[in-house]
């Protein structure tokens, strides 16, 4: 028979329980529900944590996590995901100050059944969700190529002519024209043509160095175009990048088949949220304790759904992952993974180190259009065009312009930091930084 420890689970860190946190205002939130006082009711089960939260009405929150996803629930009228009630309740139950209980609640047994039983179904519609017709299926995905290629074909033509004629006046309608161009791919099917001038739009104007920038956006999609009439004569792995470029995503479950497994102690060294045509998405990037290598696993979530957090920043998660085909495999999906255990402070690159891997990288898949990078003993720096952090050589990367720097100048000038960031065209984008006071998620 199992004994009450082997019935409950064993309880996150602080840092992980903070790292769920949909922003550092929430998390602020959360701390503050973390009082005793405020709850009645808790328990914690091998599956779930659970209680009920006295708010400002008459009746108190009830407030439950489900433990394997994590998935969240609370009666608040709250829209984040967790919300602050939740956040409490794990960081109350973090300190252990919530009760072990070996079974649930009825009201939190219930919504676990419920749960499982639409992951039943949803699992049991994934494996019967394959073509009916193999031959149409592969016929559609011909005709859908043809009308890709021939839309390239076009933007190419369009491009041409467009930036031959030069961008004198293109600051004022050049926008809803490049708009319109994405309208056409978008009845051509190529999704991922559409999306590049959709970005191209949105730097006109913007800034001193626009023209610039948008000719930069402009040759990157004059090349993928290029590429797509070329698939066949192009090597295997650069044909499954451009052909994703292009909006031709491999499926998940392909990807588990047939893709290139890696098994190895996952850092999970941040994560940054998006919102892109009313979806949200969560870019968690991880790195391999032993092997170096990078990954990148993508998570979506319609509005008022909570996004995957399984893979808390700051933590290790022993397992193997599944990498998507292409020039730079950089996308993964966990296949088996144990439980996240909190991570000592990583060793991370030079400056140096980190750009010679970006150059690497972008050789192989040029529309890269963000990298990881981990840097190590960082302080602050200025620079031509506002902050930046300097490595121990001296060398130093600015901070994106959209960055609000001083939370991490402060930890960063008390003393050396090691950082995770992503590294852009404009920038480094900060996700974690390791302080001797601890992890903290920017």
Same mark, same amino acid.
């Given at each position: 028979?199992?004994t009450?420890g082997e019935?409950?689970?064993?309880?996150?860190s602080?840092?992980?329980?903070?790292?769920l946190a949909?922003?550092?205002?929430s998390a602020?939130?959360?701390?503050?529900?973390?009082?005793?006082?405020?709850?009645?009711?808790?328990?914690?089960?091998a599956?779930?944590v659970?209680?009920?939260?006295? %708010?400002?009405?008459?009746k108190p929150?009830?407030? #439950?996590? @489900? /433990?394997? $996803?994590p *998935?969240? +629930?609370c009666?608040?009228?709250s829209?984040k995901f967790?919300?602050?009630?939740?956040l409490?309740?794990?960081?109350?139950?973090s300190s252990?100050?919530v009760?072990?209980?070996?079974?649930?609640?009825?009201?939190v047994r219930?919504w676990l059944?419920e749960?499982?039983?639409?992951?039943s179904?949803?699992a049991?519609?994934?494996?019967?969700d394959g073509?009916?017709?193999?031959?149409a299926?592969a016929?559609?995905?011909?005709?859908r190529m043809?009308?890709?290629?021939?839309?390239a074909?076009e933007l190419r033509?369009w491009?041409?002519?467009?930036v031959?004629? %030069?961008?004198?006046?293109?600051e004022r309608g050049? #926008?809803? @024209? /490049?708009r $319109?161009? *994405?309208? +056409?791919?978008i009845?051509?099917?190529?999704?991922?043509?559409?999306g590049?001038?959709r970005r191209?739009a949105?730097?006109?104007g913007?800034?001193?160095?626009?023209?610039?920038?948008?000719?930069a956006?402009?040759?990157?999609l004059?090349l993928?175009?290029g590429?797509a009439?070329?698939?066949g004569?192009?090597?295997?792995?650069l044909?499954?990048t451009?052909r994703t470029r292009?909006g031709?995503?491999?499926?998940?479950a392909s990807v588990?088949e047939?893709g290139e497994?890696v098994?190895?102690?996952w850092?999970?060294?941040?994560a940054?949220?998006?919102?892109?045509?009313?979806?949200?998405i969560?870019?968690?990037?991880l790195?391999g304790?032993?092997?170096g290598r990078?990954?990148l696993?993508l998570?979506f979530?319609?509005p008022g759904r909570?996004?995957?957090?399984?893979?808390?920043?700051g933590?290790?998660?022993p397992?193997?992952?599944?990498?998507y085909?292409?020039?730079?495999?950089?996308?993964?999906?966990v296949?088996?993974?144990?439980?996240?255990?909190?991570?000592?402070?990583p060793?991370g690159?030079?400056?140096?180190?980190?750009l010679a891997?970006?150059?690497e990288?972008?050789a192989?898949d040029?529309?890269?259009?963000?990298?990881p990078?981990?840097?190590?003993?960082?302080?602050?720096?200025?620079?031509p065009d506002?902050?930046?952090?300097?490595?121990?050589?001296g060398?130093?990367?600015?901070?994106?312009?959209?960055?609000d720097?001083w939370?991490?100048?402060?930890l960063?000038?008390?003393?050396?930091?090691?950082?995770a960031?992503?590294w852009?065209?404009t920038g480094?984008?900060?996700?974690?930084?390791w302080h001797p006071?601890?992890?903290?998620?920017?």
């Amino acid at each position: 028979m199992a004994t009450l420890g082997e019935q409950v689970a064993r309880r996150w860190s602080a840092e992980r329980v903070v790292g769920l946190a949909p922003d550092p205002a929430s998390a602020k939130a959360g701390r503050g529900q973390a009082a005793p006082a405020k709850w009645s009711g808790t328990g914690a089960s091998a599956r779930a944590v659970w209680g009920a939260c006295q %708010g400002s009405g008459k009746k108190p929150y009830q407030a #439950a996590v @489900e /433990l394997a $996803g994590p *998935a969240f +629930r609370c009666t608040c009228p709250s829209r984040k995901f967790p919300c602050k009630h939740a956040l409490g309740l794990l960081l109350l139950w973090s300190s252990g100050q919530v009760p072990e209980e070996p079974v649930e609640a009825a009201w939190v047994r219930e919504w676990l059944e419920e749960r499982a039983s639409r992951a039943s179904r949803a699992a049991r519609a994934e494996k019967t969700d394959g073509p009916k017709d193999p031959e149409a299926a592969a016929k559609r995905a011909q005709d859908r190529m043809a009308r890709v290629t021939a839309g390239a074909a076009e933007l190419r033509g369009w491009l041409t002519d467009r930036v031959g004629a %030069g961008f004198a006046g293109f600051e004022r309608g050049g #926008a809803e @024209e /490049l708009r $319109g161009v *994405a309208a +056409r791919m978008i009845d051509a099917q190529a999704t991922g043509l559409a999306g590049g001038l959709r970005r191209a739009a949105d730097l006109v104007g913007r800034g001193r160095d626009w023209p610039g920038d948008l000719l930069a956006e402009l040759s990157l999609l004059y090349l993928l175009a290029g590429a797509a009439a070329r698939l066949g004569e192009l090597p295997p792995e650069l044909a499954e990048t451009v052909r994703t470029r292009l909006g031709f995503a491999a499926g998940t479950a392909s990807v588990l088949e047939s893709g290139e497994r890696v098994a190895d102690q996952w850092l999970v060294t941040g994560a940054a949220d998006e919102e892109q045509d009313a979806l949200r998405i969560r870019r968690t990037w991880l790195r391999g304790r032993h092997s170096g290598r990078p990954a990148l696993v993508l998570s979506f979530a319609s509005p008022g759904r909570s996004l995957d957090s399984s893979l808390p920043p700051g933590h290790l998660v022993p397992g193997e992952l599944a990498f998507y085909p292409g020039a730079v495999p950089l996308r993964a999906v966990v296949a088996d993974a144990t439980e996240p255990v909190t991570s000592p402070v990583p060793r991370g690159d030079t400056v140096t180190e980190a750009l010679a891997a970006y150059a690497e990288a972008l050789a192989a898949d040029p529309w890269l259009e963000r990298w990881p990078v981990l840097l190590a003993d960082l302080t602050p720096a200025t620079g031509p065009d506002g902050w930046a952090l300097s490595d121990v050589d001296g060398s130093a990367l600015p901070l994106t312009p959209s960055t609000d720097p001083w939370r991490l100048l402060a930890l960063a000038a008390e003393h050396p930091v090691t950082l995770a960031a992503e590294w852009t065209p404009t920038g480094l984008h900060p996700l974690t930084c390791w302080h001797p006071n601890g992890t903290v998620r920017l």
